[in-house]
């Protein structure tokens, strides 16, 4: 693969830091309490466009060094205090002032996914919904996406306690794109039990983009976006680093994560490392054998804040080891199997160990975001390089079955023009080159290589109350699969059987997007968009021919498939008071020949001695609609009563049969209660949470599925933050599935071999920074 791309934006970045300018622009003042006057300590100053801000000290100030000239979005936050979102002209001022009002009510925050420029959320006309990082952290899970499957409209893909694929408004695979500091993730997540090797402390914010956004991220972007944002760097002048510890009961998971980051003049540095290390899960029957897992992740932040903007340089490295279930199990006894057909007994049912068959996973990734600020305008430049390995060993720990090797180069630019401050215009290019080798003796998909590029325009206008956006995009996606030949005994030959035969296609498209919103008053706020889609079949739909380990079948390709299309219309009304939110998204989505597996009329195939069900890749003119409803009642501070509702309706209209992998009708419904302390107290804001999840039966279902009844979950939490010699502690205790349910999530894989999810969890954490140097401290 062509590196140059990769070393020429590095040698940018670097003759950047090189050549800068020192000069360096300033901003500064006080943050208070606006009804008595008191000073907030620790309320955050933030600029989405720069990636940086600031904290405010004992006696509320704050100052940001090295700032470019211009208007630039700052939003000012504080636990418990409604977010200011506001633009300042840098040209004309070097200090402001901030005072913050109290408010149970979650003001809009700024959001970068899906937009040209940082923006309100409620002035972007597609639905987001951002996570913080504690939402993340005190969720009881064990991935990152397991973490975000709270969120109304999104659903997971399991398998075991480790693996987890997202789901947005039903649709999953690569229809949904993975964005990771700036870069499109990419590990053959066609594949069911392929997660996303993202390590979930190191990620500050998500934000979940639902709906095409294809205007943007081109080919893959159908479904949505899950955009996962780095942390704010620490301020000028500081060392400092965090410590977030987690131990979960089910499978005695063990996560711990230590960062340490600084920043001297605008030079920035970060460092984190984690380890988690989990044995076999609990169902409520049985310990699930061959579940355990590790994971062992390392990431590497350099940059540099400067007047013309800033750059940064990321490394990071993913690993991790897990059991694969096979489910395999005793005519009589139903004891779990080993690989080798010996009964499993309790202990071993409970280990940490990982036996065959598991797979081993390692994704390594280098990539440069930089942003420069020119007289208003912005050039905006992300390139990242990444290696993914993937080896699963069924049969011996000595030697991978397959074995794949995929190396991607993404990149992405933008130019933004910012008009008078209420228009602006943006275009842009961005791609990949990507290529796949099979490196082990078992063959799922052949070796390929693909070309990907695309470019758009797009523009925005605001005013007072409305804001309205539009852009149009043009996609061209070649795949060239490299033919393979075995002799009699499985070896690649020049003459025998062809598992792959070679092929070349090529897919284009043009798609766009337009929406506005609008703020009828203080209470009340529109959103609608419409929206052109746009997918090339993946390497698996398109090559596929071999068996899949992980999901128990043999799967069978179509280099024939042609292009997904979709054109979706979504709408959004979101109500404010005093004691009241709530937020109503409907969506219809019409898709022409939609891709999907399935098995007809119980094919099978026989391959190595055993029987496997046959998967084709099949496609047809398809539909899915639904809605999401969030209601939050608050009558009184201290009391939260949280409520949401989505629902997805999916049907193939060329067929008339079901799509397959429809989450269920589902609800959630939590109260909190949090205790409001004196700003003195070293404990700060305690709180109580109690939650229902209410899951529905899912009967509409494809023939090759199984219907899955209802259950109910309930689940708690508690916790607090402690304050100790100025730095803010956080401890918390979650649990889920209390009542110890046995039950089947419907999009678990793991039910089609009696496996039910996990039973009774309660996760322990604590989140502990620490400061280690202070410039600017004061003696």
């Not at 970045?13 to 090189?18: H, K, M, P, Y």
Request: with cysteine.
């Amino acid at each position: 693969m062509n590196i140059l791309p990769v070393r020429l934006s590095f040698l940018v970045s670097f003759l950047l830091w090189i050549t800068s300018s020192y000069s360096q622009g300033t901003l500064s003042g006080k943050i208070t309490d606006k009804e008595n006057g008191e000073s907030l300590i620790g309320a955050t100053v933030y600029i989405p466009d720069l990636k940086t801000g600031a904290s405010s000290d004992k006696d509320g100030n704050y100052t940001i060094r090295n700032l470019p000239s211009g208007s630039l979005l700052f939003q000012v936050s504080y636990i418990g205090y409604k977010s200011i979102t506001v633009t300042i002209d840098l040209r004309k001022t070097t200090t402001r002032n901030f005072e913050l009002t109290e408010s149970v009510i979650e003001s809009q925050e700024v959001v970068i996914t899906g937009n040209a420029l940082s923006s309100e959320n409620s002035r972007s006309s597609v639905s987001i919904t951002p996570i913080n990082k504690l939402q993340l952290f005190t969720t009881p899970s064990t991935n990152i996406i397991n973490a975000i499957a709270t969120v109304p409209g999104v659903s997971e893909i399991t398998t075991g306690g480790e693996i987890s694929k997202p789901v947005i408004r039903g649709l999953s695979y690569n229809h949904v794109v993975t964005l990771n500091e700036g870069v499109r993730q990419e590990g053959s997540q066609w594949g069911d039990e392929h997660g996303i090797e993202i390590d979930q402390f190191s990620v500050d914010r998500i934000e979940v983009l639902k709906g095409p956004a294809s205007l943007f991220y081109g080919s893959d972007a159908m479904g949505g976006v899950i955009n996962i944002l780095e942390p704010v760097p620490a301020e000028n002048g500081k060392v400092k680093g965090e410590v977030a510890s987690q131990f979960s009961t089910s499978n005695r998971l063990f996560s711990n994560s230590l960062m340490v980051e600084g920043n001297q003049g605008g030079f920035l540095w970060r460092l984190r490392g984690t380890y988690k290390n989990a044995a076999a899960y609990k169902t409520p029957p049985e310990y699930v054998y061959n579940s355990a897992f590790t994971e062992n992740n390392y990431n590497l932040l350099l940059g540099l804040v400067r007047k013309w903007g800033f750059t940064h340089l990321h490394v990071s490295a993913f690993n991790t080891k897990i059991g694969m279930i096979d489910g395999t199990r005793d005519s009589v006894t139903r004891q779990f199997l080993d690989y080798q057909g010996n009964p499993v007994s309790d202990e071993q049912a409970r280990s940490r160990k990982i036996e065959v068959p598991y797979q081993i996973v390692n994704h390594y990734q280098a990539s440069s975001s930089t942003n420069l600020f020119l007289k208003n305008s912005q050039v905006r430049f992300n390139i990242g390089y990444q290696v993914n390995k993937r080896r699963e060993f069924a049969v011996t720990p000595d030697m991978p079955g397959l074995y794949l090797q995929l190396a991607t180069l993404a990149y992405d630019a933008r130019y933004t023009l910012q008009l008078h401050e209420s228009f602006e215009f943006v275009a842009g290019i961005s791609g990949m080159t990507q290529s796949n080798l099979n490196k082990g003796v078992e063959f799922l998909v052949p070796d390929y290589d693909l070309q990907d590029w695309g470019g758009f325009v797009y523009g925005k206008k605001s005013w007072e109350k409305f804001t309205l956006n539009a852009g149009i995009r043009f996609d061209y996606r070649s795949i060239t699969g490299k033919s393979m030949i075995h002799d009699s005994l499985g070896n690649p030959a020049t003459s025998g059987d062809t598992v792959f035969p070679g092929f070349h296609t090529g897919f284009s498209a043009v798609t766009g997007s337009a929406g506005f919103t609008f703020r009828l008053n203080k209470t009340f706020n529109l959103k609608f968009n419409v929206g052109r889609g746009f997918r090339a079949p993946n390497i698996a739909e398109l090559g596929a021919n071999g068996v899949h380990e992980g999901t128990f079948r043999y799967e069978i390709g179509n280099p024939l498939l042609k292009p997904e299309t979709s054109l979706q219309v979504d709408g959004e009304i979101s109500a404010n008071i005093k004691w009241l939110s709530a937020v109503f998204n409907g969506f219809y989505n019409v898709i022409d020949n939609y891709i999907y597996a399935r098995n007809f009329n119980g094919e099978m195939k026989t391959s190595g001695g055993k029987a496997y069900q046959v998967f084709r890749y099949i496609q047809g003119n398809s539909v899915l609609k639904g809605f999401e409803f969030e209601l939050d009642i608050h009558p009184v501070d201290a009391l939260h009563f949280d409520n949401n509702i989505d629902y997805v309706w999916g049907k193939n209209l060329s067929s008339g049969i079901w799509l397959p992998y429809i989450p269920a009708l589902h609800t959630m419904h939590d109260i909190r209660w949090t205790y409001k302390t004196p700003r003195a107290s070293w404990l700060n804001a305690p709180y109580l949470e109690a939650g229902l999840e209410i899951h529905f039966g899912q009967y509409n279902t494809d023939t090759f599925e199984t219907c899955t009844p209802g259950y109910v979950l309930i689940n708690a939490s508690v916790g607090a933050n402690l304050k100790v010699q100025n730095q803010v502690w956080t401890v918390y205790i979650s649990g889920k599935n209390l009542a110890d349910e046995k039950y089947f999530d419907h999009l678990s894989r793991l039910k089609y071999v009696g496996i039910y999810n996990m039973g009774r969890n309660i996760t322990f954490g604590l989140i502990l920074p620490f400061g280690i140097y202070d410039h600017n401290k004061k003696d």
